[in-house]
């Protein structure tokens, strides 16, 4: 595919734009070479800006798309009797082996066992109590796959946490185990403390996350905020060079599948007020109040 258009007077965050929607309307990932051309940097460039821009690199950027495809596909097929394979090539998966290689890696099992709901994937849960910014005493629950993290969540009742975590992987295996995740729990229970990044802290966790392209990128954006700062959603928009994307990133940030290790509640609104907060606003103030304390 050759890109005819180029932009070598557009700013950065627009070029990396370009790049992206030229993946968009591609469905998943294109030639470095080409994705050069149309923004006018050489590829090195290229891959400096997306890591600026976006966190991530162009491929990563790209994959994340097919895979965003993908999904749908395989929920889909599984709906109308259609196989995988189908699903793999609606998908813009080009060989059956890269569908396999690259679809589980990015959907955290093999794209047979995501067509079934997840069966057979093995999740490992645990529940504890933490004081949100020192003030109350909640629970939290964290869930995770060999791969990282996958889901944290605040709350009252684990039952009820632990049943939202698993709408979307109705035959996912989810095994209760407090000591194997006895280190990870303490972790995120320190971060609502307000302990912030400390190296041995839940932000050093690897993230099995699971959404789109553009979540992804909101999301990593969000653990660049350091603990004690704040950041606006027009801000977090810009800085994704997406700056008439503000609604979509407050969307973002209200799907964000692991409350603390990736602070959604770090960003407010323009204005200064809180803005939403999945978990409740009392809890949103009480953790920002904690990290500006240390």
């Not at 994959?63 to 009797?81: D, F, N």
């Not at 933490?130 to 009252?156: F, N, P, Q, T, Y």
Request: charged residues 20%.
């Amino acid at each position: 595919m050759v890109l005819e258009m180029t932009l070598p007077a557009a700013a950065p965050g627009e070029r990396v734009l370009a790049a992206c929607r030229a993946m968009d309307q591609a469905g998943g990932p294109l030639p470095l070479e080409d994705l050069a051309s149309l923004t006018g940097w050489s590829t090195r460039q290229l891959g400096r800006r997306f890591a600026e821009v976006l966190g991530t690199t162009p491929r990563a950027y790209g994959e994340a798309l097919r895979t965003q495809r993908l999904r749908p596909a395989l929920r889909e097929g599984r709906a109308g009797g259609g196989t995988v394979l189908d699903a793999a090539f609606a998908a813009g998966y080009g060989s059956v082996r890269a569908f396999y290689e690259q679809g589980a890696a990015r959907l955290g099992m093999t794209p047979s066992q995501y067509a079934a709901g997840g069966s057979g994937e093995r999740l490992l849960w645990s529940a504890g109590p933490v004081d949100v910014g020192g003030v109350e005493v909640r629970r939290v629950l964290v869930v995770a796959s060999l791969a990282g993290v996958v889901a944290v969540r605040i709350g009252d009742d684990d039952d009820a946490l632990l049943a939202e975590v698993a709408a979307e992987l109705p035959l996912a295996d989810l095994d209760h185990e407090p000591e194997v995740l006895t280190d990870v729990v303490a972790a995120v229970a320190a971060l609502a403390r307000g302990a912030g990044d400390a190296p041995e802290g839940a932000a050093a966790l690897p993230l099995d996350v699971r959404g789109t392209a553009f979540q992804a990128a909101v999301w990593a954006a969000l653990r660049r905020i350091p603990a004690g700062q704040t950041r606006s959603y027009a801000e977090v928009a810009a800085e994704l060079g997406r700056p008439t994307a503000v609604r979509a990133v407050a969307r973002a940030c209200a799907t964000n599948p692991a409350a603390l290790v990736t602070p959604c509640h770090r960003v407010v609104r323009s204005d200064g007020g809180l803005g939403g907060f999945r978990w409740g606003l009392e809890v949103k103030r009480a953790l920002l109040a904690a990290e500006q304390q240390r």
